[in-house]
Nanobody, 116 residues
């Protein structure tokens, strides 16, 4: 079973930044594409950004220009989040992305709260 461990969340003021990390139990070269998702209270989980094994990145319109996904190693990706606003408050998860979709197993996620 694939495992994901997300970290780096916390409380931040509007306009602030956070850097999230994700460690996967398998390599991005196996997954082909790895991505970040989030789930806000009362809402469905949404896709945010993805990165391929060749470091091509793709972003949802809601975070384009504010968030940056990068690959630190074969098993670790990060999400640099800038210009955070209250609508970014959610639990953030990583998982496989792309056409194959996410694995059924999800990590615990890391909670991000944007509040003054």
């Amino acid at each position: 079973q694939v495992q994901f461990v997300e970290s780096g969340g916390g409380l931040v003021q509007p306009g602030g930044s956070l850097r999230l990390s994700c460690a996967a139990s398998i390599s991005i070269f196996t997954m082909r594409i790895m991505g970040w998702y989030r789930q806000a209270p009362g809402k469905q989980r949404e896709f945010l950004a993805s990165i391929t094994s060749t470091d091509n990145a793709y972003y949802a319109d809601s975070v384009k220009g504010r968030f940056t996904i990068s690959r630190d190693s074969a098993n670790t990706v990060t999400l640099q989040m800038n210009m955070l606003n209250t609508e970014d408050t959610a639990v953030y998860y990583c998982n496989r992305a792309g056409g194959a979709g996410p694995y059924d197993s999800w990590g615990q996620g890391t909670r991000v709260t944007v509040s003054s």
